[in-house]
């Protein structure tokens, strides 16, 4: 049985989300469906979180990555104010622009319960740090930034949901197994229950979950992809005073070093403090990844964050999203899920097991990862990079090299190769657009939110001088 409508979004992460609601204020009449292979916020259900396992058991459909909110549901709800990172919405429009959708989605997040309270990196603080940083040839990027929190984070999308399940028609737990084109008429999106929503206007926001998926009904479409990046990583675990001068001033400090041995650039990302390292499941590779609660009852003595080394290929190579899941899985094979080990034991060329962890001062809050040793699993390249860069973390924060500084792997941040795209975000098919981090558009919940209000509005304007 097909279904017709006048706009179908395809993932209900950020961007698709934000490009429904403003589709739902700018044009009320419009006939809206959203299709998402996840369940709505209410009913996702991670078995690890609700305490029923202590590894991933490879649900069929991850509760963590797919639904209402997408994988930045279960995040820490980190919102950078900035063009400078997450993502890469400047090179469709001016810095100004972007800016003003960020701010607007914010507005709209400040409604529905989200904090007023911002981190600057302009206060006297944050610049004598910025400058402490540069003297060892650290560069901490500038950004206004709020914290949301894991806990509130949810709390925030179930408002939003309340608002908007009424007036757009939800489709989870459906499963688009393909994308047509039907000339004048737009588009079919095919289910795995064998039905479709044809839809005039189409908009993908795919999420992470779908990146690869995604890609390959571009090239199926005759749609040209230029690769992205792939950054691979470790999750570093040390204790909360290490890094408390510079959290308490800055709370998300992004620092970016190019490392001396192979001129690459590494990066901390998704910075938390006094959090939680927690395993997520993109497509059946366990990686890890870090969360934070705003509720000091539920922190912990420790701050977690990623160091990723960025990788961006050349021709012929096109598959960048595979390679990162080959690396992952490499941990995953040693360790059954996710590999920990203490950065002593790595320096030292030793594996760390069971007893050498027992020994350790630093306790780690992800206790399903299992001892072991990265160094089998990362291309030594990138571990080279890593190693060089917690030195000289450990300048400006004294205890970051600490034997006992615990390093998880593999973290890996996917972006799908991008579609080569207007400035109004459409595809070079018409009324065809493609948003978010799954699109490889942007990297973060602000320029993710953003991106779907600028898909929508164009609609909304197109429609209007129809």
């Given amino acids: 049985m097909n279904t017709r409508c006048d706009v179908a979004i395809l993932g209900c992460g950020e961007a698709g989300i934000f490009a429904g609601y403003e589709l739902m204020g700018q044009n009320p009449s419009l006939k809206v469906v959203t299709l998402d292979q996840g369940a ?86 944050a610049k004598a740090l910025e400058k402490r940083a540069l003297e060892y040839d650290l560069h901490l990027l500038q950004a206004r930034c709020k ?46 229950g064998g039905d479709g929503v044809d839809c005039a206007w189409l908009i993908a926001a795919p999420g992470r979950s779908g990146a690869e998926w995604f890609a390959n009904q571009c090239k199926d479409l005759g749609l040209d992809l230029i690769n992205n990046q792939v950054d691979i990583g470790v999750r570093v675990e040390l204790p909360a005073k290490v890094f408390e001068h510079i959290t308490d001033v800055v709370y998300e400090s992004k620092l970016v070093y190019r490392t001396k041995g192979y001129g690459d650039q590494v990066r901390t990302f998704c910075m938390n403090p006094y ?80 007893h050498r962890m027992s020994k350790s001062f630093v306790r780690p809050t992800l206790t399903a990862a299992v001892p072991g040793d990265l160094s089998l699993a990362l291309p030594k390249r990138q571990l080279d990079n890593i190693i060089e860069m917690i030195y000289q973390l450990d300048k400006i924060a004294p205890g970051t090299a600490n034997y006992d500084t615990l390093l998880y792997g593999a973290e890996v941040k996917f972006y799908s190769s991008r579609l080569a795209l207007s400035s109004e975000l459409e595809t070079a098919l018409p009324r065809f657009f493609a948003i978010g981090d799954g699109a490889g558009v942007t990297r973060g919940l602000a320029q993710a939110g953003a991106s779907g209000v600028k898909a929508a509005r164009v609609i909304a304007q197109r429609l209007a001088q129809a």
Avoid at 166 to 179: G, K, L, P
């Fill in 40 to 125: 709505d916020i209410y009913t996702r259900s991670c078995p690890i979180v609700a305490g029923k396992v202590k590894e991933c058991v490879h649900c069929n459909i991850c509760d963590t990555m797919c639904g209402f909110g997408g994988a930045g549901a279960f995040s820490d709800g980190k919102y950078n104010f900035t063009t400078a990172f997450g993502g890469w919405l400047t090179d469709f429009m001016d810095s100004r622009e972007v800016m003003d959708l960020i701010d607007y989605v914010d507005s709209i997040n400040v409604r529905h319960g989200a904090t007023t309270q911002v981190f600057s990196t302009a206060t006297p603080e």
């Fill in 147 to 192: 914290h949301l929190g894991t806990e509130n984070n949810l709390k925030i999308l179930q408002s939003i949901y309340e608002t908007m399940k009424d007036r757009i028609d939800f489709r989870f737990r459906t499963q688009v197994t393909r994308i047509e084109r039907r000339g004048e008429e737009g588009y079919r999106l095919i289910t795995a």
């Fill in 275 to 354: 959090g939680h390292v927690v395993a997520e499941n993109v497509e059946g590779i366990n990686t890890v990844n870090g969360h934070s609660y705003s509720d000091p009852s539920l922190r912990s003595e420790n701050t977690n964050f990623a160091l990723l080394v960025s990788n961006r290929f050349t021709q012929p190579f096109n598959e960048p999203y595979r390679y990162g899941k080959h690396i992952a899985s490499l941990s995953n094979m040693l360790a059954g899920g996710v590999l920990v080990q203490r950065f002593g034991d790595l320096v030292g060329g030793r594996r760390s097991n069971a």
